[in-house]
């Protein structure tokens, strides 16, 4: 392989691993706090791209519309945490995750039923896919933006959760909701923080993911969802860093996948993907954080 | 019966858990700048006590009353903005923070910098030097330390301390007495203590009153003196001595 190559296929990683661990970290916020998945979780995204598709057929810019896109998937978020999370404080774990099954299926059924059950395109300015020739190296645009914006969210996350005071409450309320509650913090309002923060990342993702497949359709939120799932089960159940270890390695796995294997084995990618996170959590089954295995012990 | 005002007062608390009755009417009542002492062998219902009284659980019947309000089966946040706050029978800190995270994320809304406040209560417990170490590689005597200024940093009027001497070597228990001497003493913060502990020389040495339990009953209160020669609480902890009743 010529370095140009390897150097392609560098940063085609780090710029799908830079959507896998904003959507990781989206996942792994609320479950840090509520220590519950929300399996609605796709639905923001796709409920985000429903919203930039309308108004980019309206004849709204595409990046103009993403902001929009940010804004639909902070509200789905909260409409889920107030539809499938709040009546059920208290209540078996169970109840909580079928209750989130339940509002992805409802939007899903919605979206097909009232709009279109097939794909619709959304189109991508075509600057967009083009590249930048830099001597002998060629950068797709979209991976160097996708890499720049999700560099930013992350460290502008950072900052938020140290150097801020509700940061700090979440940081708190991660190690252990109970303790934070005795001492004092509304439990409402940080539920309510995570479910913003965990709606901001799936959008911004959200918004990144269509950049990259162009196109919106009703059951579009199960990849996402899928892969940050594996994401944070890779990086350690509810620890923000092992979040975004996690969507890297991913990504890291399935491009080399990808890069590595003969031509004929290439569609079973997804699925060899799988086999190695397998293999990995059977060695390590407390995932890569080693903060994580301490917890557990 | 009308509840005189800056005091906690706990009125015929029963606590039942499936078939098993781990508190049964008890009442106890702590004013501010005293120091209770709750004793008693294991499951005599000592924690399950400070659960109710910190809203992790809802007693089955009776009530807790702080400064003239009920607090009965309240959420924990508004229990601890009434002015309660606890540490845990096992120190659990949070972890992966640092000291200095610990303790200033409990703070509320403060004229001061968050900062000087943590400052203070990191030095009065010592630990002002371990302000920037993650909380969960400190020795464990320290983590104690912590928790108890993570308690008092939400500026309690009474501080619940559940076996605060568990774990601790002599030097650090004596350690530990001085430091909550030192609150129980401290008429700025006007706060009382109720302690949790088998340790019956630091009981008796730091407590203004003891109360003990024994089967989710109280048994004795008084003094620390009278309370150590009660008879009923040598039974309790010494086992059955022969008597004329039981035979």
């Known amino acids: 392989m010529t370095v140009e190559l390897l150097v392609q296929q560098l940063i085609n990683a780090l710029s799908l691993g830079s959507i896998y661990a904003l959507l990781a970290l989206g996942l792994a916020v609320v479950y840090s706090v509520l220590g519950l998945l929300n399996f609605a979780y796709g639905e923001i995204i796709t409920i985000a791209g429903y919203c930039m598709f309308f108004l980019v057929s309206g004849g709204m810019d595409f990046w103009y519309a993403a902001i929009f896109g940010v804004i639909a998937a902070i509200a789905t978020s909260l409409l889920i945490q107030l539809v499938a999370f709040r009546p059920l404080r208290g209540a078996p774990a169970n109840a909580v995750i079928f209750a989130s099954f339940a509002v992805s299926i409802i939007i899903k059924a919605l979206i097909s039923n009232v709009i279109s059950p097939r794909p619709r395109g959304i189109p991508v300015p075509s600057w967009v896919d083009g590249v930048i020739q830099l001597g002998s190296f060629r950068l797709p645009i979209l991976a160097l933006i996708t890499i720049a914006i999700a560099v930013v969210a992350m460290v502008a996350l950072t900052w938020a959760l140290h150097y801020s005071t509700p940061g700090l409450a979440i940081r708190a309320a991660a190690e252990d909701f109970t303790v934070t509650r005795l001492m004092g913090a509304p439990a409402g309002r940080l539920i309510l923080l995570a479910f913003v923060l965990s709606g901001i990342l799936a959008g911004i993702a959200g918004v990144l993911w269509i950049a990259r497949t162009g196109s919106v359709s009703p059951a579009m939120g199960f990849t996402p969802l899928l892969q940050s799932f594996i994401a944070i089960v890779l990086g350690g159940l509810g620890n923000l860093r092992g979040a975004v270890i996690g969507g890297f390695a991913l990504a890291f796995i399935e491009v080399a996948l990808q890069v590595l294997l003969p031509t004929a084995v290439v569609p079973f990618t997804a699925a060899l993907t799988l086999v190695a996170v397998v293999v990995i959590l059977y060695f390590r089954p407390q995932g890569f954080s080693k903060l994580a295995q301490e917890r557990v012990a | ?247």
């Open chain 2, 1 to 247: 019966m009308s509840t005189p005002e800056r005091q906690l007062a706990v009125s015929g608390v029963t606590m039942r858990f499936a078939g098993l009755v781990a508190l049964d009417d008890v009442s106890l009542s702590l004013k501010r700048g005293e120091v209770l002492g709750v004793i008693g062998p294991n499951g005599s219902g000592k924690s399950t006590l400070v659960n109710v009284i910190s809203g992790v659980l809802a007693p089955t019947s009776g009530t807790v009353v702080i400064d003239g309000h009920d607090v009965t089966a309240v959420a924990p946040p508004i229990i601890s903005r009434h002015g309660v706050a606890r540490s845990f029978q096992t120190v659990r800190l949070f972890r992966r923070l640092s000291v200095r995270d610990n303790v200033a994320g409990v703070v509320r809304k403060a004229k001061r910098p968050v900062d000087q406040i943590v400052d203070e209560w990191l030095e009065r417990l010592g630990i002002l030097h371990l302000a920037d170490r993650l909380a969960g590689d400190l020795a464990y005597g320290l983590q104690r330390r912590v928790e108890i200024a993570r308690a008092l940093a939400t500026g309690p009027g009474y501080l619940l301390l559940d076996e605060p001497a568990a774990g601790l070597n002599d030097t650090e228990s004596a350690d530990l007495e001085r430091v909550i001497r030192s609150i129980a003493e401290d008429r700025e913060l006007d706060c009382g203590v109720l302690i949790i502990d088998h340790d019956m020389r630091l009981i008796t040495s730091l407590c203004d009153r003891l109360q003990v339990l024994f089967n989710g009953k109280t048994i004795a209160e008084g003094i620390p003196s009278d309370v150590r020669n009660d008879p009923a609480v040598v039974e309790a902890y010494l086992g059955t001595r022969p008597s004329p009743a039981k035979g």
